[in-house]
């Protein structure tokens, strides 16, 4: 039976960790596409460390509260709900909302958790899956065959980016900031560790001058020549996020013509709900078969209660994490 009350985490100003704070609220009611769920677990993410600096603003008429990915049971859905019922374990990509005891989750952003699979794995694989599925397969079309590079491959977007592609046939080489994160992730990729060697001259070496097909970018300006450099004929850049900057100066723009390049990018809080279903189509037909074989389960690098948020905030700011820092309610 669902109580009427429940905690949830808010913001109460732009800042660090400690800004954030637990408060008695009620439970959140389904509209008719919705599923209501009570959370068992939910991930941290990167946008949430945004939107806590107040870097990353929910779109207007969404909650404020943050957490973009649960993991729970069923207990109430909506009137034109016909997916899933009372009782089903599920783990989605919310619209916001997610660091609570109960959430609302879009029924076509949800995802069936298969018989094996734990509450904690399960509520780290929506937001990583979302948007490497969309990003790196979609719209950087990455198939068995290619060779793929990942910056920042020991984060949770890395090691989920990694996973697929060893699943799918897909050489890859990574950068992390590491030698102790190139042993954590060296089951996964070629890891490289851009702090004490030139990626792109230790990947010229390694193809024998031959580069990448897809590159997937979470640092922006400081790479984008580089990448360019490796990138072969008909290569895409996709770019996730700036965290080395977002303006690049003094580029030479002459490779991205001479071989055909493509350059994207995309984030989810930006896409509708249309696509958000589309893309989890692709995860239920392609990905989740493999995780009912206990391949691709994300890599869990910290777990935290409820009450200690604020711990695992910071522990996300560290950057030391390998994997996906998880918050357990229950």
């Known amino acids: 039976m669902t109580q009427n009350t429940m905690q949830q985490v808010i913001i109460t100003a732009p800042g660090g960790p400690e800004k954030l704070v637990i408060e008695n609220t009620a439970v959140p009611v389904a509209k008719t596409d919705e599923v209501l769920v009570k959370v068992h677990a939910f991930g941290i993410n990167r946008p949430d460390i945004l939107q806590r600096q107040g870097l990353y603003p929910m779109p207007e008429g969404v909650t404020p509260v943050p957490g973009l990915e649960v993991a729970g049971e069923v207990v109430a859905v909506g009137s034109a709900v016909r997916l899933f019922q009372v009782g089903d374990k599920v783990c989605g990509l919310t619209n916001g909302g997610g660091y609570a005891e109960y959430c609302v989750v879009p029924e076509t952003q949800l995802l069936s958790v298969p018989v094996g699979v734990s509450f904690v794995q399960a509520a780290a694989i929506p937001e990583t899956f979302f948007t490497v599925w969309a990003n790196l397969f979609q719209m950087g079309r990455a198939s068995a065959g290619e060779t793929v590079l990942i910056h ?87 770019y996730l996020g700036f965290m080395g900057g977002s303006m690049a100066s003094q580029v030479q723009l002459w ?76």
């Open 152 to 238: 920042g491959g020991s984060s949770g977007i890395g090691t989920t980016a990694l996973m697929l592609c060893q699943s799918l046939g897909i050489k890859t080489f990574a950068t992390v900031g590491s030698d102790e994160k190139i042993q954590a992730i060296a089951h996964l990729t070629d890891a490289i560790n851009y702090k004490t060697h030139n990626f792109e001259q230790v990947i010229n070496e390694k193809t024998s001058q031959g580069g990448v097909d897809v590159i997937l970018d979470i640092v922006g300006a400081p790479y984008l020549e580089q990448n360019l450099n490796l990138l072969r004929r008909d290569g895409r850049l996709v």
């Open 255 to 330: 490779p991205i013509m001479m071989k055909r390049l493509t350059i994207t990018g995309s984030t989810m809080r930006a896409r509708n709900a249309a696509e958000k279903a589309e893309i989890a189509q692709g995860l239920q037909q392609h990905v989740v078969p493999l995780w009912a074989k206990g391949e691709c389960l994300p890599m869990i690098d910290q777990i935290f209660t409820f009450d200690r948020i604020q711990a695992a905030h910071a522990a996300m700011d560290s950057g030391d994490h390998v994997g996906k820092i998880v918050v357990q309610v229950i």
